[in-house]
């Protein structure tokens, strides 16, 4: 087989196509790319490594200048990268400019969770930079990365980061409550998405009255996608067992006066100074959970 033949006329029908029918170039993109690396992959078994340059300086004269050594060592990286994986790159509505940013990470698992949040929150490929370099994966808990590797039934708080990041505008790293409910209201949009997906914002000291007396939410939310409240308590301290008592009786309050019967139960997050396992692991409500934050 002429391997640089086929890869070229890959490629140059795919320039073709692009022109033709702009809608969907983005699948022809990666259609062709993965063709062009399994290609690749193929001529390295049996000419060696050297091809790629080879192949390259031939192409940017009779092709294009883009598909230069770096692009074509990237275009076989993407097929090794999923040839043996189930489900197909090909299905997502990822760009190829989207599927650069991983090809540096090593871990498929990693890899399936950076293809995933895009798709399910539209995001450009400068914001998956961003959440790649704040390390969004590795502060999913560990049970949650093992579900990504078996491929479970994965709820929607278990993409809840630990640490939660908030951005600190104040030069002390020692803040009150107050202090943080405030950097988090001044941009709650980065607040939601550590979250994970599909929370909105209600309101901040929301209040419920209790009996004879008014007690106020922090921050109570509502998450659309899994069609519940969730009661937000800020704790500028290590957890508590009487954080657990207060978070839960405002949880039952939302549940019993304001969630219809059409809703799921409310959650309860707790996002703290340090976290305290000896204390979580007698939480009996598993809608009760517990979070770090970081201040960056």
Not at 186 to 197: R, V, Y
Not at 220 to 235: G, H
């Amino acid at each position: 087989m002429d391997y640089y033949v086929k890869i070229k006329d890959e490629l140059v029908n795919n320039e073709v196509y692009k022109k033709v029918k702009d809608y969907s170039k983005n699948k022809s993109d990666l259609k062709t790319y993965y063709n062009v690396g399994k290609l690749l992959s193929e001529a390295g078994k049996h000419y060696g490594d050297g091809i790629i340059e080879k192949y390259s300086k031939k192409l940017e004269l009779e092709v294009g200048k883009k598909y230069n050594k770096r692009t074509l060592f990237r275009m076989r990286q993407f097929y090794i990268l999923f040839k043996d994986e189930k489900v197909s790159p090909l299905g997502t509505q990822l760009t190829w400019t989207h599927f650069r940013e991983l090809l540096s990470i090593k871990d498929i698992s990693k890899i399936n969770y950076y293809i995933k949040i895009p798709e399910e929150q539209n995001l450009s490929v400068r914001q998956l930079r961003l959440r790649i370099k704040n390390n969004e994966y590795e502060r999913l808990d560990d049970e949650t990365r093992l579900k990504l590797i078996t491929k479970e039934n994965i709820k929607i708080e278990d993409f809840i980061k630990n640490p939660v990041l908030i951005k600190n505008k104040f030069q002390d790293e020692k803040i009150t409550e107050k202090m943080l409910q405030q950097l988090i209201l001044e941009d709650i949009p980065s607040f939601l998405k550590e979250l994970g997906i599909g929370f909105s914002f209600i309101d901040n000291e929301y209040p419920i009255k209790i009996g004879n007396r008014y007690n106020y939410i922090d921050l109570l939310l509502f998450n659309i996608k899994d069609n519940r409240y969730t009661v937000v308590e800020l704790k500028t301290t290590e957890l508590k067992k009487e954080h657990i008592g207060q978070i839960m009786t405002y949880m039952n309050y939302v549940d019993e006066n304001i969630k219809n019967i059409n809703q799921n139960p409310t959650i309860g997050i707790i996002i703290c100074r340090k976290d305290n396992r000896f204390i979580m692991k007698y939480v009996t409500n598993e809608n009760i959970l517990s979070r770090e934050y970081e201040l960056v």
